[in-house]
């Protein structure tokens, strides 16, 4: 946005109050500008990772696996400086800018930029920590990484707080009389001529309660100690004392690790003898050669800024491959290891093929849904499975009317024997023996009816 003034006749009177109202509007549409960017990239961020301000513990709400952070982001301890109840006094004021001007320090934490900066409270926490800050370095830019140096170019006391714009600050000059013009007609020249560099610093603003007590150098520096450190170091152990202890001992001792960044395999091993550039199907790496044959060979393969493989090659042996993430579990922010031990009823599910050498291993457990120890009954009786008697079947009756086992049927009696006009033989008594057939192949002679009995004739036809 461009504001251009034309010298029309026009009073100055009139034309700085043009430029004040301009300025006022300027301000409003730049602050809703950066509260819309920030609320949106915070969004965005938020469905990500969930990071706690007081404890720095990072949790996932997403549910797409655990979220790591690097450990620097979570909430400061801090510090325990004795402040006195007197108000700072003009000579002490001057004594304090001349002293802290142009001081020189090492970053403890990533510095991100930004017209607001970040805000320490004497003797108290850091604004803001956790999510906040991680979404202020994301969505500002980052002005330092731990362990770079800081200078103090500009310091600002006020009422109540004390404001450090480090490494040039991160507003650029006269950035309001940027955007003003001045000229007589289509021929208009701006104000201020930009330089066309963006300003790379950041800002640091501590906090007192109503006033600001009566401070030496010494304290001041106790309270920024936290985020910047002006003790006299080599940039290796700037670096280092950023970092968890297991990792600062694994770089002071030139070792590298899986999972590291450059910047810590630089300080580490220093710069390579040799680079590669290949591919692993659709992952690119690169390579890092360290040493020369017959000295010990170290391969070091960096995918992006993380080592993602260590090979170390001796001669005479056989060479040993690192691929497992070890600094990972030291950079999270709750500082839990990588791999946290679950229950005891627990086992872990590995992917892919298990290759068994039959003649040296013994083939893997069927699955099964038993607690671990539990017995079966049938676990007692374990032996060698006998064959399945099977019943025999029985054969069909026979069109003559004998039975299975040899005997005759029984003639049937009561209605039915009577409609037929045959009775039942009583038990014990052999059967009647047939008619035979008449010799012209006719129908049988009709046999002698016989007198019903006593119980049958008394029911009714």
């Excluded at 006749?9 to 960017?37: D, F, H, I, K, M």
């Excluded at 513990?57 to 400061?76: E, F, H």
């Amino acid at each position: 946005m461009i504001w251009r003034f034309l010298f029309q006749r026009q009073r100055p009177t009139r034309l700085l109050t043009e430029l004040a109202s301009s300025n006022r509007n300027l301000r409003r549409v730049a602050v809703g500008c950066v509260l819309a960017a920030v609320l949106a990239a915070g969004a965005a961020l938020a469905q990500v990772i969930t990071i706690n301000t007081n404890t720095g513990k990072v949790t996932n709400p997403s549910g797409s696996g655990a979220a790591t952070v690097d450990r620097r982001y979570q909430q400061i301890k801090p510090t325990d400086v004795p402040l006195s109840k007197a108000e700072l006094d003009a000579k002490t004021r001057l004594e304090l800018i001349r002293l802290l001007q142009s001081e020189q320090g090492f970053a403890m934490r990533p510095f991100p930029r930004g017209h607001k900066g970040l805000t320490l409270q004497a003797n108290g926490k850091l604004e803001p920590a956790g999510e906040g800050y991680l979404n202020m370095v994301t969505t500002e830019g980052m002005s330092a990484k731990p362990g770079d140096r800081l200078v103090l170019t500009d310091i600002k006391i006020e009422r109540s707080r004390i404001v450090f714009d480090l490494n040039g600050g991160p507003d650029p000059k006269h950035r309001f009389m940027r955007h003003v013009q001045i000229g007589a007609g289509p021929e208009l020249n701006p104000v201020i001529q930009a330089d066309g560099q963006d300003p790379v610093g950041a800002r640091l603003s501590l906090t007192f309660g109503n006033h600001i007590p009566m401070l030496t150098g010494a304290d001041v520096k106790a309270l920024l100690s936290p985020l910047i450190s002006f003790d006299e170091k080599t940039p290796v152990q700037a670096f280092t004392d950023t970092l968890p202890t297991g990792l600062k001992e694994a770089i002071l001792n030139h070792h590298v690790l899986v999972g590291m960044s450059t910047d810590m395999v630089l300080f580490a091993r220093g710069a390579p003898d040799s680079k590669s550039r290949e591919a692993d199907g659709q992952m690119p790496f690169e390579e890092w050669i360290y040493g020369k044959p017959p000295a010990e060979v170290d391969f070091v393969r960096i995918n992006g800024n993380r080592v993602i493989r260590v090979e170390v090659a001796k001669t005479g042996e056989t060479p040993e491959i690192f691929t497992k993430d070890v600094v990972e579990g030291l950079m999270r922010t709750d500082g839990t290891a990588l791999e946290a031990s679950g229950p005891p009823n627990t086992r872990k599910i590995e992917l892919g093929d298990v290759e068994r050498n039959p003649d040296t291993q013994a083939p893997a457990t069927p699955p099964s849904i038993r607690n671990p120890g539990e017995k079966l009954p049938d676990d007692v009786n374990t032996g060698v499975m006998k064959p399945v008697q099977f019943p025999k079947p029985k054969p069909a009756d026979s069109t003559t009317g004998t039975q299975s086992d040899g005997t005759q049927p029984a003639q049937s009696s009561g209605p039915a024997a009577a409609a037929t006009g045959q009775a039942a033989p009583a038990s014990g008594q052999p059967p009647a023996a047939a008619q035979p057939p008449p010799p012209d192949s006719s129908q049988p002679a009709p046999v002698k009816s016989q007198p019903l009995l006593e119980s049958e004739s008394s029911q009714p036809s």
